[in-house]
């Protein structure tokens, strides 16, 4: 059996491939896209967890956090920042092996909602801040 990640082949009891680590899940029944070889490959087994997940979910908390507490301004900002480079990091992670990852595109989204939000305050900051001095 072939791993979806690193394209090594792994004995079929494998839970864990051999060379790169990713924990195998059950067995696919459809092809799954092997970027190894640029190619569909049946069958292989699916990983039995979503690489970049943690740091997906953790994009996910930061970006709720960026939005609620919009008011702290660049304390937000800041969040929302790393927010997004997580949300980015765990998509790309995911994205490698053909796994939708939503808590990566709805941390991304968050984040971006914050970084909007805070950016639109600084513009509104800076216009009103010419026009008063
Ligand atoms: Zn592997």
Do not use: H
Not at 23 to 35: C, I, M, Q
């Amino acid at each position: 059996m072939y791993c979806p990640n690193c394209g090594k082949q792994s004995p079929d009891e494998a839970t864990v491939c051999t060379e790169c680590g990713l924990k195998f899940g059950p067995v696919s029944t459809e092809p799954v896209y092997d970027p190894a070889i640029n190619a569909y490959r049946q069958p292989v087994y699916i990983p039995a967890t979503v690489p970049g997940k943690g740091v997906s979910i953790a994009s996910l908390v930061l970006g709720i956090i960026s939005v609620v507490f919009f008011l702290t301004a660049y304390i937000a900002a800041a969040i929302a920042v790393v927010g997004l480079v997580l949300g980015i990091y765990g998509k790309s992670k995911s994205k490698k092996l053909g796994l939708p990852n939503g808590s990566a595109t709805a941390g991304i989204a968050c984040s971006s909602v914050c970084l909007g939000i805070e950016l639109t305050i600084l513009l509104v900051a800076v216009i009103a801040g010419a026009f008063y001095f």
